[in-house]
């Protein structure tokens, strides 16, 4: 792999730390039509339901939460590709909630994604040198040395054979196919990048490269990466800060220190606990086992959403939704959305107080 | 592709068949003047000792001879030869006609149904089972002179280029939704692709999408489908001719040979032996071209 990067564009430039991407109460139903004999619209998918998120400048955010809890559907609401039924996106101040793919054109290349399936995502009848530079031909970017040995550098950037040019996709194995996509990502020198699930779809042995890659990718490009994942490993060593999401709302939002030492939302603990501490020989820590599915988007629950698999739910919990605020005793930043937050602390925060009476499982009702 | 195309030796001499069939088909007058020979004399009936009484070739193997390549047609007399080379003219320029105004349509109708979805989907895939709803043999059948009596009164006689032109109308307008229907499904699947997606997050128009993301990955239906539409129009425009709604005496037509040899082939088996012939090497030449060609385009196929 080369440590060679190419030095971020000549565009204006953002001061880290600036808010990037905003979404505000951003909401996403799927109507579901259905009915006999006329068709109407029955009900909604409520995919994505009023989540406020911030992408800063030059961080990598982290956006983690079970399979169908609207990941997917952020990250296409973010990039454009869904159009929201509510609420607003904006990019570096400019709303472009509603933004036509003309109107959009200026920032478009400045927000890109990564894929999560790397079969799906590279089009099968067009060499690696074309699915390359085709972003660049769209957008009438002429590099200086040519697009060719544009695409060349982006292939030697991601650590691919600049030689494999005029290869097609199967050729490729998925973890060299992923880093395709993420060539094809940089080719426009975005500002942010939505990557969703980027290494879901890989080999174990070859998640750790790509994750690496994106690491050192950010780093050295100073390119803002909303990170998804499912579950809160992948998304430790790489972002600054990470939000937790729950059928389709965001239950918890801190810094990784926040989210991984001080985790105040029970459905953040009961994903923490699914992470295999690796290294401390101590005792493995308690795993908290969520029992019951979850509900459907269709028809969630009322109040908190989170409320028909919490052990600590009440009959609050069932009227009020918690709104995402900081919680007493919760650093600057750090928001949950919790009627009865846990005690800031993990099994694995180093002296810390844990949540007492927990057993192996939970869902059992009155403890802690 | 095209070094993949050259290594398939099955491809390539059905390559050259298909090609010989047209050569022949464009190159007829020339044929005709090398060869000193016209379709419409009728050198039976002009030169005596060609035919015997009861107007059948006196020569041995349908009247084949140095001067009659292929024989003479019974009754008139007629070079069996120039019937053929002109027939296949007449029957290649209406299937190849017809084939690709049906692939255009079949590609702008499928592609845009698949694409859009929604209404327009609907309301097309409603009209292509509307057409398919037809007996298309029938159909064409029952259609073929209605069109006929719409470009000329009844009284009169048809122009044979009407005819031609009308046969094509025919075709297309019922040969084309099977591709359609196929195209579409396959730009409904292809547009969810995470790769349709991808293009657009890099701001890439519809045009460019249907046209350098979807169209590609087109190819081979396309193709496949075309190279068995002209062999199957070749056999329904030669079908129409021989049942007599098609091209009639005098134009030469490859179809319409069948329909004579029908009537001689108890006393002059020869006289079908080189339509029927030439008619099975160009529809198995034709096939295999599709296959080798379908090999030949994808990427992933490995030879
Ligand atoms: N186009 C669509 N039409 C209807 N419902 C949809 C559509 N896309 C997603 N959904 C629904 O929205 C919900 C959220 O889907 P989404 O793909 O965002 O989940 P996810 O968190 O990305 O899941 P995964 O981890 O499996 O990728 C799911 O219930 C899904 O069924
Ligand atoms: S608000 Fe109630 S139900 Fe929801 S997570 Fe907190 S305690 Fe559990
Ligand atoms: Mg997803």
Redesign the interface.
Known sequence: MSDKVSPPGPREAVATGEPLLVAESLTKHFPVRGGFPVRRTVGAVQAVDGIDLTVRAGESFGLVGESGCGKSTTG?LL?R?LEPSAGRILYRGRDITHAS?KQ??PV??E???I???PY???????TVGRIVS??ME??GIEPPGGREARVQELLETVGLNPEHYNR?P?EFSGGQRQRI?VA?AL??EPKVVVADEPVSALDVSIQAQVVNLLQRLQRELGIAFLFIAHDLAVVRHVSHRVAVMYLGRIVEVGTRDDIYGRPRHPYTHALLSAVPVLGDGASPRERIRLTGDVPSPIAPPSGCRFRTRCWKARDRCAVEAPPLARADGSAEGHLSACHFPEPPATADSGGAVRPGGRSGTAGQPGRG | MWRRFKRDRPGVLSAYVVTFFFLVALAAPLISKLYGKNPTQTYGLDEPGLLNEYGYPVKPNGGMSGSFWFGLEPTLGRDVLMQLVYGIRTSLLIAAAATVLCVLTGVLIGVTAGYLGGRTDYLLGRFIDLLLAFPSQLSFIAFTPVVYSLFVSPEKETPTYLRVVTLILVLWVLGWMGLARLLRGQVLSLREREFVEAAKVTGASPWRIISKELLPNLWTPILVQSTLMLPSFVTIEAGLSFIGVGIVEPTPDWGRMFANGAHYYESDITYIFFPGFAMIVFVVAFNLLGDSVRDAFDPRTGR
């Open positions: 296409r990039t590709l793919r959009f054109a478009r290349s927000i890109q994604m894929f999560q399936d799906a995502s590279l089009n099968p009848r067009q085709g972003p769209i957008n097609f199967h996509g094809r080719a426009l």
